[in-house]
Structures are given as structure tokens and as C-alpha cells.
């Protein structure tokens, strides 16, 4: 797919470019961390987040059928070693996955998508290989014959064989709740640990089956399951889902164990999630390499926030390969229309802050 340039003159394209400015002025003498200490992590999270918002879902799954179209592209433009922001659940991996960035920010309204994401840490440690990882996650015994080589059609075909089992639900969210507490040692009030356990009894129920609205919410007319989305492919039809491979699977569990997949709470056009996360980067003279708004821009302009959510990226530091992937609709499929991803140059739409 091609990438969307819009340049367009508006009275805010002064604060733009001062912002553009501050980001590469910063410290050359700074460095993102290689790794995060727990308390570092847990105070990173707090010190960035906002109050808990709403939206009109729990949005525990992506509804993007088509979403890894645009990787292809995506990796030949977005710079590993950098910083990935996005927004939402599962697809966040995959797109991580494929840049590679040094450190990732989730940045959504609700506080139950950092439920979500606490929960998904704690697997991704506890996981051995994606099989292993698929268990926990379905609450659903390992069939025999999965090994790290296996592919995701493999592991899946497996596991819809095997019924969910509440001793292992039990078992693993005990797992889960010791992973994040114990050995961490984060702070999660009654409210995270009720959310964290919400989250992971709806994977238990709905099993790989699970959507978009298998819960609260609704959602495009089609919506794909876990091994939907899971088994899509790109442009080119090559699989590109964070479980296709150990080694997308690998690299993910990898930023999680050094703490450096941050969940955050915030609203794109509050007043701080975003300004802090770009203030964080530019001490550390990081860059932004790709940042994922599905389709958050829709309920901005319904909610007049544009403006502000305008200032709010602008306040990023971000150069001419810095990539925006948002949802759009991209035709239909046997069960109705699909969501696809397109992208778009962050330095030239931020120019004019016309992000349309």
C-alpha cells in the first residue's frame, strides 16, 4: 500500500515545527535503557499515565482483519532500534515484531487495556515457546507433537482440538497474579487484579474463537478471531502475526522480561500521556519509529479533540522515516467488510497538522 503525504498550511504549523525542533535538539549524551528495573517500570507507568477513561468496548482483541498489509512497507521505512507507541491489544506485537524497536509505549484510554497488557507480560515470561505460550493464554493442555519450529497453522489446528480446562485456568491465573506481584512486585489495586482476572477468564471462555465483541462492545461487521488474525498474512501473503514465528514470538518476550514493553494510561488527546512520553524520549535523545492509532482519529474529531491530539504528536521527536499506521476500510471478505491498515509520514502530516 502507499503511504499518504498531506501537507497542508494551518496556523498551528508554527508549534509544529518548534516541537519537531526540541525533539532533535536533546542530549546526544542520552540513551534509551537496555533494560528496566521493576520499580522503574511501575513508577514509569505511573508518572506517565492518566486518569482511567472510557470507551464502548473492552476491546480485548483487534477487529483489523487486514492489518499486516502494510508490513512489507512498514519494515522498509520504520528504523529498528527505535520507539513503537501504539494503541490497543494484540496486534501491538505483531507490529512490534516487525520494527523491532528498542522500547515499546501501549498508550490507550482504558485502564483495562493495561490490565490486558499486565496480563500478556505475564505469559509472554512465563512462556517457554508459543505453544506453551497458546496454553496459557486459552487455558488449554499442550497437545503432544508442538515443537518452537511449529508454524501457527500447526499450533492452532492443534489447540482447537483440546477442550479448556478450569484446573489449568485456576492454576495459571495464579501464575499470572504471583508473576506481577510477587516477583515484581507491582502495585496493582483491587481494581487491576479484578481486571487482570476479567481479562483472562474472557481468553478462558471464548478460547481462540474469541473477538472483538465476544464481551462488551461492538465492532465492524467482520470480526476475526484469535486464529484469524493469527493465521493473516501480509500484501504479499507471507504470515506476519507475532506468533507466526519463535523467533517474532522471541523478540516480543524479550522487550517484556527487560521490562520494556510499557503499558500506559491515556487518552491521545489528554492532557499528558502523550506530552510525557515524547518529554521521557527526548531526554533520552530517542526517536520515534512507528506509531499505531488504529482508528482513534474518528472518535477524536466526534469529541473535538483534534487540535489538542495534534499539539500532543507534535510534541514527539520523530524525523522523515517516522511512520503513523492507522485502520481503514480496505474491501470486503466472505463475511462482510474488513478493516485494513494504511500509513503515513509523520513528519509531513505533523507539518501542517492536518493528519488527514
Known sequence: MTRRRFVVAVPLLALCFSALAGGLGASASARLPAQLTDQQFWTLITDLSEPNGMFRS???????????????????????????????????????????????????????NLDLHLMYKALFELSTDRADFVSRLFSRKRPAGLRPASTAAEIFSAYLQVEPSEELYERNLKDIQRQLVTRHGFVLSSEDLNGVQYVYHAFFTFGPGIQYSSTEGFGATYQPTYVDLMLATDGNGRTRGYLSS???????????????????????????????????????????????????????????????????????????????????????????????????????????????
Open 246 to 356: 519463535q523467533e517474532s514470538f522471541a523478540y516480543v518476550k524479550d522487550l517484556q522480561g527487560r521490562n520494556l514493553l510499557v503499558p500506559v494510561v491515556g487518552n491521545f488527546s489528554g492532557p499528558k500521556a502523550i506530552r510525557a512520553v515524547g518529554a521521557y524520549l527526548k531526554q533520552r535523545d530517542a526517536m520515534v519509529s512507528a506509531f499505531y492509532l488504529s482508528n482513534v482519529e474518528q472518535y477524536l474529531r466526534l469529541q473535538r479533540g483534534w487540535n489538542t491530539f495534534c499539539s500532543n504528536v507534535a510534541a514527539l521527536p520523530f524525523d522523515d522515516t517516522s511512520t503513523f499506521i492507522r485502520a481503514g476500510h480496505g474491501g470486503r471478505v466472505s463475511r462482510g467488510t474488513a478493516l485494513t491498515a494504511e500509513l503515513g509520514v509523520m513528519a509531513a502530516e505533523v507539518e501542517g497538522c492536518g493528519l488527514r
Open 58 to 112: 473492552d476491546n480485548l482483541l483487534s477487529n483489523e482483519a487486514r492489518f499486516q498489509f502494510i508490513i512489507p512497507e512498514l519494515i522498509e521505512t520504520a528504523k529498528p532500534g527505535r520507539v513503537y507507541i501504539g494503541v490497543g491489544p494484540e496486534q501491538n506485537f505483531t507490529y512490534i515484531a516487525a520494527t523491532r524497536p528498542a522500547l515499546a509505549f501501549i498508550v490507550d484510554i482504558r485502564r483495562g
